[in-house]
């Protein structure tokens, strides 16, 4: 341990002599801090199943990924999965669809769906065997609410090239039923990686007032702005309400969200993260100008 002075005391002397400040009493604190090295030791975490399941109204939207969560010291890309059985159903209808992996535009593994169909109130159910686990989910496609738009507010109220803008995505939440909302944005094509939930404890049967928020991309004079409304269920909104704490939350460490998934499994190892959603989602592009 040592100690290191934050500041020093210096005399001053002019002309050789020191130099008085009559009637004042000058205190002089010295400020000291203490250093000390502190081995610390991270205990490696075993690999979870995250299970990213979808069945939405876009292209291709319905969906099932399967990979591996990642310990800190693997600073690799995740690994996906190509084996496992994945079953979607529609219960509502009483049809089902048993999945085969395909690759994505990317060259990554995944499990996409062509018989499954987004129907508001309907039930949708997901099975997936891995490694001799079973887990399942269940989500109801909620009602449609119509994206009208957005709006734009200015920083400070200013208009210039400086400004930087903030959106309000313009819709009328329905009375008396609960409702629950994802959004995400894309400028200028670049899709923002900030998380984005709202719910209608506040302005049940309202029109929309409550802006959605940049996190690494502002929003400027002269961007194309692209903001998706996606319809979740309550369960789904909980588990991105948790993401968006943990991005908002700096300095503390990040607790995994609920999932909506379960595992018939009993051994903790075997524990899963992701979510199954039913979902619709509506798009609004447009470009910012001064007019």
């Known amino acids: 341990m040592r100690w290191v002075p934050l500041y020093k005391f210096i005399a001053t002397l002019l002309r050789g002599k020191a130099v008085v400040l009559e009637g004042v009493f000058l205190l002089c604190v010295l400020l000291c801090s203490c250093t000390k090295e502190v081995a610390v030791s991270l205990k490696s975490i075993t690999p979870k199943l995250v299970i990213e399941g979808v069945v939405s109204n876009q292209q291709d939207g319905s969906y099932v990924r399967l990979s591996y969560s990642q310990d800190f010291s693997n600073q690799q890309a995740f690994t996906y999965l190509a084996d496992g059985l994945v079953v979607l159903t529609d219960s509502s209808r009483q049809v089902f669809d048993t999945l085969r992996s395909r690759l994505d535009e990317n060259g ?17 159910l997901l099975n997936v065997v891995v490694n001799g686990q079973s887990y399942s989910a ?20 200013k208009l210039d090239s400086k400004s930087v803008f903030t959106a309000v995505p313009q819709y009328v939440d329905p009375p008396g039923v609960r409702n629950f909302y994802r959004f995400e944005q894309y400028i200028n094509h670049k899709k923002d990686p900030g998380i984005n939930v709202l719910n209608d404890n506040v302005g ?3 029109p929309n007032e409550r802006p959605i928020f940049t996190k690494d991309i502002d929003i400027h004079l002269g961007d194309t702005l692209t903001v998706a409304m996606i319809q979740i269920s309550e369960p789904v909104y909980q588990y991105f309400y948790q993401l968006q704490n943990n991005q908002q939350t700096l ?4 607790s995994n969200p609920t999932t909506n998934i379960t595992t018939t499994s009993s051994r903790a190892e075997t524990g899963v993260l992701g979510y199954f959603s039913a979902e619709f989602c509506q798009y609004f592009t447009a470009r910012i100008t001064d007019e």
């Not at 499990?111 to 949708?124: A, E, T």
């Not at 989500?139 to 109220?157: H, K, N, Q, Y």
């Not at 300095?251 to 990040?254: D, L, Q, R």
């Open 138 to 157: 269940r989500s109801v496609m909620p009602d449609t609410v119509t994206f009208e738009g957005i709006s734009l507010l200015s920083e400070a109220g």
């Open 251 to 254: 300095g503390a460490t990040p």
């Open 108 to 124: 990554y593994p995944y499990f996409p769906s062509r018989k499954i169909r987004p129907l508001p109130g309907h039930v949708y």
């Open 204 to 206: 049940d049967g309202l």
